[in-house]
């Protein structure tokens, strides 16, 4: 069986770990926990023809005070780029999040996921922008961990980049 191992990257409070929760365990908490280092979680997953063990590195949100350790890239095969769609800064944070994973460990595949989907009356997003990085040929998809809206799909779009 091939093993991925994926990082969840975004800023602080976008939902990282409650995709992961979602997704492998199929539950939601309206609890907000605040990841503390790296939190690794493992699902089994067919993709195509293949079973997949995706190994999934919650690793904590990066903010004006603490910032990411890019040792915990090291060996990843891809990752999910989480934002918030309500506030339009970690999606901003995410665009400057995917130029550094870029020059610290080379281009890897990667899906930017806008969590929240649930709270769309509330989302800053500028659609404009959201148009601008699909036309880079971004993978950009919509989720919302709450509802369960775009998880599986979020994580085997990624799973079927990373097999190429």
């Not at 990082?7 to 990841?35: H, N, P």
């Not at 195509?48 to 990066?62: A, C, R």
């Not at 550094?100 to 989302?123: C, M, Q, T, Y």
Request: with cysteine; hydrophobic share 40%; aromatic share 8%.
């Amino acid at each position: 069986m091939l093993q991925k191992k994926i990082c969840m990257l975004g800023s602080f409070a976008v939902g990282k770990t409650s995709l992961v929760r979602r997704f492998v365990e199929s539950i939601y908490s309206d609890v907000y926990q605040t990841t503390v280092g790296v939190k690794i979680d493992k699902k089994n997953v067919q993709v195509d023809e293949k079973e997949v063990s995706l190994v999934l590195w919650d690793i904590y949100g990066e903010d004006d005070y603490q910032r990411m350790r890019w040792t915990y890239l090291r060996g990843a095969s891809g990752y999910l780029l989480v934002a918030d769609g309500t506030r339009k800064t970690t999606l901003e944070k995410a665009v400057s999040l995917e130029q550094k994973v870029r020059e610290e460990v080379g281009a890897i595949p990667f899906v930017l996921v806008i969590n929240k989907s649930d709270l769309i009356r509330d989302w800053e997003l500028d659609s404009a922008l959201e148009s601008q990085l699909a036309a880079q040929h971004w993978s950009v998809l919509r989720s919302s961990a709450k509802t369960g809206e775009g998880v599986e799909e979020s994580f085997s779009l990624l799973a079927r980049k990373m097999l190429g």
